[in-house]
């Protein structure tokens, strides 16, 4: 292979972006008293459903508690079907698994990220409570669609619980880990599906270190407020009062209702959040000016990549997702190996579910899901993230294009 003729930097993947301002956030946290469940983890939940356009919002310790609440809202469990992509992270199905459902996984659609529709379809029967899809890489996926299929199979629907009976059809409770921020028909994202669980992991766009988002459309005949206590409840091991509740004067009192789970966010996680919310428009911004300097350099090399913004849609610009045609695997790994050689880590979204064990022994075979496998096989992610430089991003792109003339 050519020596590369550029300078060598080093850029990571997807570092944190974290000033002073999230700094000083966590040490006023610390110096407050309050340093798990309290008032900023409060705060942080009202901005979030003002920001998506919802009445309410539940913040938790990550997106996956997110998820799994939303099917335990749902009353889903034993003898009930979830369906999900095959294209996706673990924790879009791990959390159907979580609840004792049945895991029915579909192919992607044919050179496309999203799901298979006409599979999505297909798959549904009477046992369907729920769909999990996921808007890859920040980009929302086609809720029109998923509206559609729905209600065209609303007939084969049988509610077992009371907010399944008011929704009156399979939920949608999309997996939104990468789009904070994005929007489809000029609609926030957090208030499309029925149910919608973010991420606000180290490595995406706005970080709370570990945590998630759980927000929801308000559904007719059921009060947002009620649900809200459901979630508390889910999240604080099934007791009826919170840390911030018990502490005031003479109010120890409390009762658990049942034994349930403990994945609350902290007041520190939650701290960081606010920073990073003060000037998250400016990160989305930078991610899309980004995101262009990529599209520019190489969509005229024939490079495949994702669609980020469009008139129906904008993306939160999480993932820059690239397709190189006509390679293999192995040359696929050769150009992760060879960028990592000149200083750029890059990575791959995602190996499919059916090819991890988990799933594999769950009696998945990767051979039954072909599109997924070529979305796979020859797909690079590059980084994209904000303390990326124009100089980072020119590095970035002309090292990949002395990888691929390589090959």
Not at 3 to 20: A, L, Y
Not at 366 to 386: G, M, S
């Amino acid at each position: 292979m050519n020596e590369c003729k550029t300078m060598k930097r080093v850029i990571p993947f997807s570092p944190p972006d974290i000033g002073e301002n999230e700094i000083n956030e966590v040490i006023d946290t610390l110096k407050s008293g309050w340093i798990t469940t309290g008032p900023k983890v409060k705060e942080f939940e009202k901005e979030i459903a003002k920001y998506v356009g919802v009445n309410k919002c539940v913040c938790l310790n990550s997106q996956t508690a997110c998820a799994e609440m939303a099917l335990r809202i749902l009353g889903i469990g034993e003898r009930d079907e979830v369906i999900v992509p095959a294209y996706t992270y673990t924790a879009s199905a791990a959390v159907v698994c979580h609840v004792g459902a049945k895991l029915v996984i579909v192919d992607a659609q044919k050179d496309n990220v999203e799901m298979d529709y006409d599979a999505l379809a297909h798959a549904i029967n009477e046992k369907t409570k729920a769909i999990i899809p996921v808007d890859l890489g920040g980009i929302p996926c086609d809720y029109d669609k998923l509206y559609e299929i729905v209600e065209q199979k609303k007939h084969l629907f049988k509610p077992s619980n009371d907010i399944q009976k008011a929704i009156g059809r399979i939920a949608i409770c999309a997996d939104t880990a990468h789009s904070f921020g994005a929007s489809w028909n000029n609609q926030m994202v957090g208030s499309i599906a029925d149910f919608s669980s973010f991420s606000f992991h180290a490595v995406k766009n706005l970080t709370t270190a570990e945590g998630g988002a759980l927000t929801w459309k308000t559904i007719p005949g059921i009060d947002d407020e009620d649900i809200y206590h459901q979630l508390q409840l889910l999240s604080l091991h099934g007791q009826s009062k919170d840390a911030l509740a018990k502490t005031k004067l003479g109010a120890w009192e409390y009762d658990v209702v049942a034994p349930l789970y403990k994945c609350n966010m902290t007041d520190i996680m939650a701290g960081i959040g606010l920073a990073q919310f003060k000037r998250y428009p400016e990160m989305i911004k930078r991610r899309k000016e980004i995101i262009n300097k990529y599209d520019k350099a190489l969509i005229p090399l024939g490079i495949q990549v994702l669609d980020h913004y469009s008139d129906a849609h904008q993306s939160s610009g999480h993932l820059y997702i690239t397709r190189i045609p006509n390679i293999t695997s192995e040359q696929r790994n050769m150009v992760i190996e060879k960028m990592a050689e000149k200083g750029v880590a890059c990575n791959v979204h995602y190996k499919p579910l059916p090819m991890l064990t988990a799933y594999k022994n769950l009696g998945f075979e990767i051979t039954d899901y072909p599109n997924t496998y070529n979305l796979f096989v020859n797909e690079v992610t590059l980084p994209l993230h904000t303390n990326l430089t124009d100089e980072d991003v020119e590095y970035i792109t002309n090292t990949f294009k002395e990888v691929l003339e390589c090959l």
